[in-house]
């Protein structure tokens, strides 16, 4: 590789990646937590109401939750009891992502009870701070910044490739642990690159397609479509062959409905079916749920008439898709992780988990990097502002973001009931945590809010196990054991791990070399000089 | 490679005896512009001769998505290598000509296919 190829791309990795590098750290790292969103919001629920209700009685809840709740007619779901956690319940939404749906059961009495969901909505908090990166207000501001930082991080990585070629055979996979620290950290930031790289590749393009989805179909419509795109998206939607027909019809029980599906394609697991229209000739259900032997978006679905069980379209049906919609659905479900169980859940977590260590050690050897050193009787060398602006922003906003989310999971349980908009308050305990772990950082300077944020850290996330301790030990609380029991263990290992890093940089505080904007040394050397002065 | 990730000011390349005759020049602002906006255009023409003359035609099902989520690896490949450009002025010339290009087959293509 020429010399001067590898010095330009060297200045392409550095700003695109100084750019982006937070904004991707806590993308990543809620996005890992994302692949656990049903355990979260199970650990924070309440033991759900009782109800043995069978599919057999599917169409008495349904019935008798419109009776109650007209409103619900226009849509509404009825969720399956298998793989969800809770009993055969239907539940519609007021708005589109609404964090805490309503909900109707069969009571064992025969009785319908209503109620509201979920009023946590943990699983959407984090979600939405995944997608948007933390960015307050609109969804679509947040998701077009994420697509944006998104597009730079393509570059970043195609650059750090070309940087990282020339030494590859000599690097790869050599991680030197030694004095030269700088050496250490920049070995561990290329194995984790170069290793994790296809998921890279595969994060980073889908989410700017995510982020600038909307952009994007504008000005193919403008200029490729000559602006009739509209009809061309219609002409491919579920719903092209169908008429209106709003009399009124009698509806297919949904057990029916279920052998229908299972006739047509074995393999698939229902979970959900989404009415719409119910009670009308046009009436259109949507059976939502999982085969495992194919890249499908979260879920596919198959859609029936709920008034003839006939299948009007299966274009969204795993196995059953055209070839364009099948190789979208493969795209979304890399992204996702949502193909292949367990084991590529796990490990799409641990590379999510990966890819933020390895914002957070860019940040590191762009601070190293700019170093100055102290020589030998030199004396005292002061480190750039920048550097030390940058060190601070890089610990307040990475810690700030995971102790946030640690607190807000755990705080959870213990306004669940005491607060009226618990959804609210979910938000409000992140972004206070948040921006209280940056403006700490700032205000105390890297080096001593490394070592606080981090034991902050520890402690917001031992707080989740602690709250499951304190509920099994302590009924009288009102606090309650979830079955979400691995939730604990990863936020205990976690909580273990923060406190670890939290000794460590103690350690270097005291005894690393006084030329760094990590050291306290050269803090309090400062500080004297400040009051000699 | 050199032990040193410090190269972050863009200065022009410095001429060292290991370099090249014909260095490449950074040229930051013409070269990044000309890749983004540049890059994203071609983008956009290459997704449009695809979606009209590629298989299925225009209307196939559900092939618009397909053709959406085309841009973004065209656009953001063009971005990351079009530093290999020895100058901006190269960057602008050769893209702007593929583009050129790229536009012209996507007007025959539409109007053979439409």
């Not at chain 1, 060297?10 to 993308?27: D, E």
């Not at chain 1, 007619?73 to 009993?87: C, D, K, Y």
């Not at chain 1, 920049?186 to 989410?207: E, K, Q, T, Y």
């Not at chain 1, 999510?352 to 170093?371: H, V």
Request: charged share 15%; with cysteine; hydrophobic share 50%.
């Amino acid at each position: 590789m020429r010399t001067d190829v590898v010095r330009v791309y060297k200045s392409v990795h550095t700003w695109t990646g100084i750019v982006t590098g937070l904004i991707l750290f806590i993308a990543f790292y809620a996005g890992a937590l994302t692949m656990f969103k049903e355990p979260l919001d199970r650990w924070i629920a309440p033991p759900a109401p009782v109800s043995t209700a069978g599919l057999e009685k599917g169409s008495e809840l349904i019935d008798g939750a419109l009776a109650l709740r007209p409103e619900a007619a226009t849509g509404f779901s009825l969720v399956l009891a298998e793989g969800n956690g809770r009993p055969l319940h239907v539940t519609w939404e007021r708005m589109r992502n609404d964090p805490d749906p309503w909900s109707a059961i069969l009571a064992p009495d025969g009785s319908v009870e209503v109620t509201q969901l979920d009023p946590a909505g943990i699983g959407l908090l984090v979600d939405i701070v995944h997608r948007t990166a933390g960015v307050p207000g609109d969804l679509d501001l947040g998701t077009a910044v994420t697509g944006i930082a998104s597009a730079l991080y393509v570059v970043a990585l195609v650059s750090g490739v070309i940087i990282l070629l020339p030494s590859l055979v000599k690097d790869f996979l050599v991680l030197r642990v030694g004095r030269n620290l700088k050496r250490m950290w920049l070995d561990a930031h290329n194995v984790v690159g170069i290793v994790s790289l296809p998921f890279h590749i595969v994060m980073a393009l889908s989410a700017v397609v995510f982020g600038l989805h909307d952009q994007f179909y504008d000005t193919l419509n403008e200029v490729v479509y000559e602006g009739r795109m509209r009809t061309v998206i219609e002409g491919s939607s579920p719903m092209r062959t169908l008429k209106r027909d709003p009399r009124p019809a009698a509806m297919l029980p949904p057990a029916e409905i279920l052998a229908r599906v299972k006739a047509f394609e074995p393999g698939f697991a229902p979970a959900s079916l989404q009415y719409q229209g119910y009670g009308t000739g046009g009436a259109l259900v949507r059976v939502w749920g999982a085969d495992p032997r194919y890249l499908v978006r979260r879920e596919g679905f198959l859609l029936m008439s709920a008034a003839t069980g006939a299948v009007v379209d299966t274009e969204y049906m795993p196995g059953h898709q055209g070839t364009w919609s099948s190789a979208v659905s493969a795209f979304f479900s890399l992204h996702f992780g949502s193909f292949g169980g367990g084991t590529v859940r796990w490990g799409y977590f641990f590379l999510g988990l990966a890819g933020a260590f390895l914002f957070y050690s860019g940040n590191l050897l762009w601070i190293e990097s700019r170093r100055k050193t102290e020589r030998r009787h030199g004396g005292l060398v002061a480190q750039s502002r920048s550097t030390a602006l940058m060190a601070a922003g890089t610990v307040g906003v990475s810690l700030g973001c995971i102790a946030g989310l640690s607190l807000t999971i755990a705080a959870g349980k213990w306004l669940h009931g005491a607060v009226e908009d618990l959804n609210g308050w979910h938000h409000g305990v992140y972004y206070a945590v948040f921006l209280g772990a940056c403006v700490w950082a700032f205000v105390r300077g890297a080096a001593r809010a490394g070592v606080e944020l981090l034991w902050a850290t520890a402690a917001a996330t031992a707080a989740i196990p602690a709250t499951t301790l304190l509920a099994g030990l302590l009924p009288g609380l009102g606090l309650w054991v979830s079955d979400s029991l691995g939730v604990d263990l990863v936020a205990l290992a976690g909580a273990l791990v923060f406190a670890w890093m939290a000794r460590a940089n103690a350690r270097r505080i005291r005894q690393g070399p006084a030329d760094s904007v990590w050291s306290g040394r050269r803090l309090r050397l400062e500080e004297a000089a400040g009051t000699a002065d | 490679m050199p032990d040193d990730l410090s190269s972050h000011t863009p200065t022009p390349a410095p001429v060292s005896a290991s370099e090249p005759a014909d260095a490449i020049r950074p040229d930051w602002w013409s070269k990044s512009l000309g890749g983004v906006i540049l890059g994203f255009t071609l983008a956009v023409a290459l997704s449009g001769v695809f979606a009209w003359a590629g298989p299925g035609g225009a209307q196939a099902l559900n092939k618009y998505q397909f053709n959406m989520w085309m841009l973004a690896p065209i656009w953001l490949g063009i971005v990351s290598f079009c530093f290999l450009f020895r100058s901006g002025r190269d960057c602008w010339t050769w893209l702007g000509g593929a583009n050129l290009a790229a536009y012209a087959a996507l007007y025959v293509c539409r109007a053979l296919f439409r």
